[in-house]
């Protein structure tokens, strides 16, 4: 039997753009799918890039957080060592001067409750003050700061703190 083909002759497509129609919906099919594939793969590349970025940027607020507490550290210690260093520039200048060497002995054979509250050391006279708790160790302190070596100082000042004792203020020259 003869084929019938019912539809109108203009409608009717060759056999070769049959074949052509075919490999391009294949063609289209398969790019298609790697379209598809490529997006897949570039946004799972984009969420594992932005997690490496952010355990990145987690990484270097800590450094910064150990840089900054470095820079704490370091100032510390370069004021101890400025300090330091003046301390033993004045001890140098004063370990000459027996005026210096005598307080110093004095000083320290005085109570462990009497504080040092002040001393100001130069060339030519000393200033310091003491803070005494209570009568007794004052009168003690007084005994002893009629020494030799204080025999060119006086008391500048006794005043009374109820809190803290007795503050008195000695100059030497």
Known sequence: M????????????????????????????????????????GTAFTIYKGTA?????????????Q?????????????????????????AKNSNNGDYLAEKSTLATFSPIVNLKQLNLTATDSN????????????DVLQKMKTKQFESGFIDTISYNAGLGYEVKFKIK
């Open 53 to 65: 970025i952010s355990e990145l940027e987690k990484q270097e607020s800590e450094l910064k957080t």
């Open 128 to 139: 310091f003050s003491l803070i005494v708790p209570d009568s007794i160790t004052l009168v």
């Open 67 to 91: 840089v900054l507490a470095q820079e704490s550290s370091e100032q510390t210690l370069v004021f101890l060592r400025d300090r330091l260093s003046k301390i033993q520039v004045i001890e």
């Open 2 to 41: 003869p084929e019938l083909n019912f539809l109108p002759q203009d409608q009717i497509q060759d056999k070769k753009v049959q074949a052509v129609s075919g490999k391009l919906k294949v063609l289209a099919a398969v790019l298609g799918v790697l379209c598809v594939t490529i997006g897949i793969a």
